[in-house]
């Protein structure tokens, strides 16, 4: 990254003032927080680049960048925490049924079993395992309803 010019870095404190005020006022946090916030993204490391130009933009426009930002870190953070847990419960299950892995993934697949686990991941993977193998275990006996 190209270190900004002098004007760029002259409009910067500003910028970020701007864009901070637009985070307190959005989230509802105080300064410190705000300045957290914005200083833990991507957004703001290019915000000083001279090719980015960024610091012409509105600070209402810049906000919206971090959100889209943060809800991306959201959604792929959410997603290895949810192939962890589909991992967690076809290895576990393995162990509970004693049945080979590869047994275990295709009746998971077939018996919409994964699906089912997405679908719930908000609950089950809160619970402890015993819990959640008797989950699956009841949803294969009912036919997977």
Request: aromatic share 12%; glycine share 4%.
């Amino acid at each position: 990254m190209e270190p900004a010019n002098k004007i760029e870095q002259a409009i910067m404190p500003f910028k970020v003032q701007q864009l901070a005020e637009v985070i307190m006022q959005k989230k509802r946090i105080g300064l410190t927080d705000a300045l957290h916030y914005l200083y833990g993204t991507n957004l703001y490391r290019q915000l000083d680049s001279d090719e980015a130009k960024w610091w012409y933009m509105s600070g209402a426009a810049l906000y919206e960048i971090i959100e889209s930002e943060k809800k991306e870190q959201k959604r792929l953070l959410r997603n290895r925490k949810l192939s962890l847990f589909l991992i967690f419960c076809i290895e576990n299950y393995k162990n509970y049924t004693h049945r080979p892995t590869e047994e275990v993934l295709t009746l998971f697949s077939t018996r919409r079993v994964l699906r089912f686990l997405r679908e719930n991941y908000d609950v089950l993977h809160t619970q402890g395992k015993e819990y959640i193998m008797e989950e699956i275990k009841g949803f294969l006996e009912h036919g997977g309803k």
